[in-house]
């Protein structure tokens, strides 16, 4: 199975904060990553696809990079509502799997 | 509107066995793959299992392999997983979603899930 790693697992930021995520695949999945944000008791939400593609309806202070085995979210000037938890996904192989999960907090 | 709601999420006792249901609407539910994700209680996502839209292929975690079984009925637009044999370790949270697959390729994006269905394994 390809396994997925992130860091920070967790980060302080303020309102207006330029963040950073980054994730990790053990083995190349070419631009096969997606990133989901999660508020608690709720379900997941599609942020980017294919690594880079921003999902319809997502504000345009979230970005995605990276190929291979490297992948960045990117969040610039963070929001209130923006305070909850990130993972990452590898749609890779028909096996998939997400990254652990970073959760960002306010300072 | 594309819409999932699972059923079927109870408290069972180890051992014990469990379906739970994902009732789709807002899509040609036969067109689509999906799949079972859970979420344990303060952790992080993991895929569970995912079957094609014509049930021809199914994938499952190693974690509950030989335990679970995903099927689905096209003509009730119902997804389902059966859960033998359950463990402590089983419980979780449980979301159904849909993926588009073509011919050469699935697009294992997640763009809608459903609201979640609870399962606690414990005596």
């Known amino acids: 199975d390809i396994q997925m790693t992130q860091s920070p697992s967790s980060l302080s930021a303020s309102v207006g904060d330029r963040v950073t995520i980054t994730c990790r695949a053990s083995q190349s999945i070419s631009n096969s990553l997606n990133w989901y944000q999660q508020k608690p008791g709720k379900a997941p939400n599609l942020l980017i696809f294919?690594?880079?593609n921003l999902q319809s309806g997502v504000p345009s202070r979230f970005s995605g990079s990276g190929s291979g085995t490297d992948f960045t979210l990117t969040i610039n000037s963070l929001h209130p509502e923006d305070f909850a938890t990130y993972f990452c996904q590898q749609s890779y192989s028909s096996f998939v799997t997400f990254g652990p999960g970073t959760k960002v907090d306010i300072k | 509107e594309v819409q999932l709601l699972e059923s079927g999420g109870d408290l069972v006792q180890p051992g014990g066995s469990l379906r739970l249901s994902c009732a789709a609407s807002g899509f040609t539910f036969s067109n689509y793959a999906m799949t079972w994700v859970r979420q344990a209680p303060g952790k992080g996502l993991e895929w569970v299992a995912s079957i094609g839209s014509d049930a021809g292929t199914t994938y499952y975690a190693d974690s509950v392999k030989g335990r679970f079984t995903i099927s689905r009925d096209n003509s009730k637009n119902t997804l389902y997983l059966q859960m033998n044999s359950l463990r402590a370790e089983d419980t979780a949270v449980y979301y159904c979603?849909?993926?588009?697959?073509?011919?050469?390729?699935?697009?294992?994006?997640?763009?809608?899930w459903g609201q979640g269905g609870l399962v606690t394994v414990s005596s």
């Open positions: 294919a690594a880079s």
């Open positions: 979603a849909n993926y588009y697959c073509t011919i050469s390729n699935c697009y294992r994006n997640y763009d809608h």
